[in-house]
């Protein structure tokens, strides 16, 4: 079966623009989540999102943004870009919220943001 | 807030050695904890998955041990290849929450 879908895989955008980044879970997944990788930070979580409603929210300005579709496909937002959004997006899809204990997150390949 | 260490940082190790990479983290109130390999560049590939209620988790040449209690997890992994050759991280998750991420262990197997 398809696993997490991630588009587009690179993105290059001016500091001060917009950009919408879109994760398709597998089928059947109904929650969503959201990570930003860089060099220094490392994995941080975003948020996360199960039947179209934020469940979870990490330690991110308010320019960082999510919605969740019916049919659980997801888009985060980033407004007013800047050169410290450069960053790797990871969208990870599980079955349920909560989580069941014996059930984890599978990732995607990934949304490479370049801002100039 | 959950702090998560993986030690060591980086490892080179000849084809063939069998290594342990280790993590600890602070809140032992975890739901499971998950272990991924990451290419560069790339996405997160999960490995192995073990529930809080159990002590290890075997996949092929990979064995994962979870010591709640005291906090820590180590990979093991038998017969290395230079396949193998990536950045392991290990996620403990507190709950019906989001994962924590260590910093990672970046593997290099030398053929």
């Known amino acids: 079966k398809a696993g997490v879908t991630q588009t587009p895989r690179y993105l290059i955008k001016t500091r001060g623009q917009q950009v919408t980044l879109s994760c398709s879970p597998i089928s059947g997944h109904r929650s969503v989540s959201w990570y930003q990788q860089t060099p220094g930070q490392g994995l941080q979580f975003l948020f996360e999102?199960?039947?179209?409603?934020?469940?979870n929210k990490g330690n991110f300005p308010g320019r960082f943004s999510g919605r969740q579709f019916s049919n659980s496909r997801s888009e985060m937002n980033v407004s007013t870009l800047e050169l410290g959004d450069s960053a790797l997006y990871l969208c990870?899809?599980?079955?349920?919220?909560?989580?069941?204990?014996?059930?984890?997150?599978?990732f995607g390949s990934g949304t490479r943001l370049t801002v100039v | 807030k959950q702090e998560v260490t993986q030690i060591p940082a980086a490892l080179s190790v000849p084809e063939g050695e069998n290594l342990v990479l280790n993590c600890s983290f602070t809140d032992s109130a975890i739901y499971n904890l998950q272990w991924f390999r990451q290419d560069p560049g790339k996405g997160l590939t999960s490995l192995l998955l073990?529930?809080?209620?159990?002590r290890e988790q075997t996949s092929g040449r990979l064995n994962a041990s979870l010591d709640k209690s005291s906090g820590r997890s180590t990979l093991y992994i038998a017969a290395s290849q230079p396949g193998d050759s990536a950045t392991y991280l290990c996620a403990p998750a507190p709950g019906a929450n989001n994962l924590f991420f260590g910093t990672g262990t970046r593997l290099t197997v030398i053929p």
């Open positions: 999102y199960f039947s179209e409603t934020q469940r």
């Open positions: 073990i529930q809080s209620s159990q």
């Open positions: 990870a899809s599980s079955l349920f919220f909560p989580h069941p204990a014996n059930y984890g997150y599978t």
